[in-house]
Structures are given as structure tokens and as C-alpha cells.
């Protein structure tokens, strides 16, 4: 199954490791290193367009991980990744 993160972007489910507010988990400072870090290696993939990100996806994949940074709230997130199917 697959999650829609904002505008074109879907990611599978099962890829998925966690969705995080951004303006709750930026304010530490490990979660600025790691976001930072993630940026510096090419890992951010910014799903947001236009508008300024809400929350972001850490997604692991076979030996990485990427972060999607979106415009949608964790909450809508989360609310979607448990419901069955294509979220559109």
C-alpha cells in the first residue's frame, strides 16, 4: 500500500520509519543535526512545492534512507497511513 505525502509524491507504506512535526522536533537539537546531515548527503527530498513544510517522512530503503519534508500535517499523515489503499 502507499501513503500520499503531499503534491505528486507517494511513498509504500512498509518504507516508511516515522512521521514527525517539524515545528515540535526541529526544536531539539539532535533533530537539526540529523535533518541537516540528511541535507548535506543529498537525502531531503522536499514533497512540500511551494508552500513551507508542516512535517517529514523518514523513509528507509536497502542500505538508505531518504527524508520527504511535506506541506501536510503529521496528524493528516499518520490519519492516512492507517487507512487501506491509494491515499489520494
Known sequence: ????????????KSDVV?????DNTSQ????????????????????????????FVVCSYENSQKVYLSQLNSST???RSEQKGLER
Open 1 to 12: 500500500m502507499y501513503l500520499h505525502i503531499g503534491n505528486d509524491f507517494v511513498v509504500k
Open 28 to 55: 531539539s537539537i539532535l533533530t537539526r543535526k540529523y535533518l541537516s546531515r540528511c541535507e548535506k548527503e543529498g537525502r531531503v527530498i522536499n514533497a512540500s512545492g511551494e508552500e513551507l513544510p508542516k512535517s
Open 77 to 79: 499523515l499518520l490519519r
Open 18 to 22: 516515522a512521521i514527525f512535526d517539524l
